[in-house]
């Protein structure tokens, strides 16, 4: 599945996941209390970190 992740500075990233919107969001969650970062795969099978406090949006592309 592919998601946008829209970002707090208005910028917007495509990431892949195997993981339903739901489970998606769930975990992204769970990541900002311990680690603070999560690493997503582009759909070009770049990897990306990204800081879960940026994250504002999930829409599922």
Same mark, same amino acid.
């Given at each position: 599945m592919l998601? !946008?992740?829209g970002l707090s500075d208005n !910028? +917007? /990233?495509t990431v892949k996941s195997e993981k339903d919107?739901?489970?998606l969001a769930e975990w992204i969650n769970a990541v900002c209390? +311990?680690?603070g970062f999560v690493s997503c795969e582009t759909p070009e099978g770049k990897s990306l970190l990204v !800081? /879960?406090?940026e994250i504002r949006t999930l829409t599922e592309v």
């Open positions: 998601f !946008r992740l !910028r +917007e /990233v919107p739901n489970a209390g +311990e680690l !800081r /879960v406090s």
